[in-house]
C-alpha cells in the first residue's frame, strides 16, 4: 500500500525534473548529447574551464559551449539563463572591440553572435545595461597550456573563442 502512496509523488518529481531540465536547455536547436554537462552560472563554467583549460567558451547551436577547438569536443553547455548572461558579455564586448578599433575583431564577434541566432537588433542598447564590462585581456589557446588569462577577471572569466575572455 506504501508505495501505491509514494508513487503519484515520484511521478511528479520525476516529471518536474525532466521538465526543468527541458526549460533550462529550449535555446538550442539540436537536443545536446547525454555526456554534456548543462551549468547555470559562470562560476560553474569557469569551474570547468579551470578543470580543463584547453577547452573554450563557443558560441553555438543557439546557446554556448565549452568546446575543444581542435578536436571538436563538447564537455558543458549554458543553461538558458547563463546563455542570456553570455550574450550580453559578447554583446559587450564587440561593442568595446568596435569603440577601441578594432574593427576585424568586433566583427568577427558580430558575425560568430548572428551566426548562432542571438538578436541583435539592438546590440547597443543590450551592452549599455550598466553591465560591468570586460578588460579585453587576451586569452590564446596553445594545446596544453594552462588558460589562465580570463580566470578570475571579475565578470569575464571565460576565455572564447574570440580569443578574449567574456
Known amino acids: 500500500m506504501m508505495t501505491i502512496t509514494y508513487l503519484p509523488i515520484f511521478l511528479f518529481a520525476s516529471l518536474y525534473a525532466a521538465a526543468s531540465i527541458h526549460d533550462t536547455t529550449q535555446r538550442y536547436k539540436q537536443p545536446l548529447l547525454a555526456n554534456v554537462q548543462v551549468v547555470d552560472t559562470k562560476d560553474q563554467l569557469g569551474e570547468i574551464q ?55 575583431e ?19 542598447e543590450s551592452a549599455n ?21 580570463c580566470m578570475r577577471d571579475g565578470y569575464c572569466r571565460q576565455c572564447s573563442v574570440y580569443d578574449r575572455c567574456v
Open 50 to 104: 579551470d578543470a580543463r583549460p584547453s577547452f573554450l567558451l563557443t558560441p553555438e547551436n543557439g546557446g554556448y559551449y565549452l568546446k575543444h577547438p581542435e578536436s571538436g569536443e563538447v564537455i558543458a553547455a549554458s543553461s538558458d539563463i547563463l546563455s542570456i548572461q553570455l550574450d550580453e558579455s559578447c554583446i559587450s564586448l564587440y561593442q568595446n572591440l568596435k569603440e577601441e578599433g578594432n574593427g576585424d
Open 106 to 124: 568586433a566583427s568577427n564577434v558580430l558575425q560568430g553572435l548572428q551566426k548562432n541566432g542571438i538578436d541583435l537588433s539592438k546590440p547597443e
Open 129 to 149: 545595461k550598466k553591465k560591468p564590462k570586460c578588460k579585453l585581456r587576451h586569452c590564446k589557446f596553445p594545446p596544453g597550456s594552462q588558460n589562465k588569462g
